[in-house]
């Protein structure tokens, strides 16, 4: 077996364009070179447009974010008695007034009123 050495691969690419001094852009015929630089050029402008969209976009989100719409109006009264009912047995006793841990549990499990 014939060991080469790590440093040979390098070497030889290193040769071969070091042998072809004109770079590939200028050995190119002029149209196709000029499709080359429009092709290069619509790229570019199609990432600057994605990044403009990306941050319009995403100023319009926190503009939707910050607007205060109020209380909602889906929720009725009776819903909301509904769920407080289906709750009683986990909820802790009392008005804490702050998030609170329940450490009661249940095995049954309620679906409907």
């Keep these: 077996?014939?060991?080469?050495?790590?440093?040979?691969?390098?070497?030889?690419?290193?040769h071969l364009a070091d042998a072809t001094k004109t770079p590939v852009f200028e050995r190119l015929d002029p149209p196709r070179?000029?499709?080359?630089?429009?092709?290069?050029?619509?790229f570019t402008l199609?990432?600057?447009?994605?990044v403009a969209a990306v941050m319009i976009g995403a100023r319009w989100v926190r503009r939707l974010a910050r607007h205060n719409r109020g209380p909602t109006t889906q929720n009725?009264?009776?819903?909301n008695r509904q769920l407080r009912a289906?709750?009683?047995?986990?909820?802790?006793?009392?008005d804490t007034g702050e998030t609170t841990i329940a450490k009661k549990s249940s095995n049954d499990t309620i679906a409907g009123p």
């Design 1 to 14: 077996m014939v060991s080469v050495p790590w440093h040979a691969p390098l070497a030889i690419l290193l």
């Design 33 to 42: 070179r000029a499709a080359v630089v429009m092709a290069l050029l619509a």
């Design 46 to 50: 199609i990432g600057l447009f994605l």
């Design 76 to 79: 009725t009264n009776s819903e």
């Design 86 to 94: 289906a709750l009683e047995p986990i909820l802790p006793e009392g």
